[in-house]
């Protein structure tokens, strides 16, 4: 069983940066790729970045694309979602997800992922 924790939302400005952590219990975290999803108010849980177990490869969403990163640490079991040039439609509660290593399905569905955290909110204003 792995447990996910996040931390680091707030409230920020348009054009403004915040950094979000996952840390996760247990000692495979290694061995677990991770994502990080987003829900607005009435919208549905949409994918926002994902890395694989090594950090070998990365995935985004076409919305984020060059103004966030998913870097991780396993020597921390951690993994962070480092949001630069947001914007108010960046506004939404993160979610934390990890899958184990070989699972084969998409990154981009949150189906194929077993573990979620309680998620953080993230407020831009305008």
């Known amino acids: 069983q792995v447990q996910l924790v996040e931390s680091g939302g707030g409230l920020v400005q348009a054009g403004g940066s915040l950094r979000l952590s996952c840390a996760a219990s247990?000692?495979?975290?290694?061995?677990?790729?991770m994502g990080w999803f987003r829900q607005a108010p009435g919208k549905e849980r949409e994918f926002v970045a994902a890395?694989?177990?090594?950090?070998?490869?990365?995935y985004y969403a076409d919305s984020v694309k060059g103004r966030f990163t998913i870097p991780r640490d396993n020597a921390k079991n951690t993994v962070y979602l480092q949001m630069n040039s947001l914007k108010p439609e960046d506004t939404a509660v993160y979610y934390c997800?990890?899958?184990?290593?070989?699972?084969?399905?998409?990154?981009?569905?949150?189906?194929?992922?077993?573990?979620w955290g309680q998620g953080a909110q993230v407020t831009v204003s305008s």
């Open positions: 890395i694989t177990w090594s950090g070998g490869s990365t």
């Open positions: 997800a990890g899958r184990r290593a070989f699972n084969s399905g998409s990154y981009y569905s949150p189906y194929e992922y077993d573990y």
């Open positions: 247990g000692r495979t975290f290694s061995s677990y790729a």
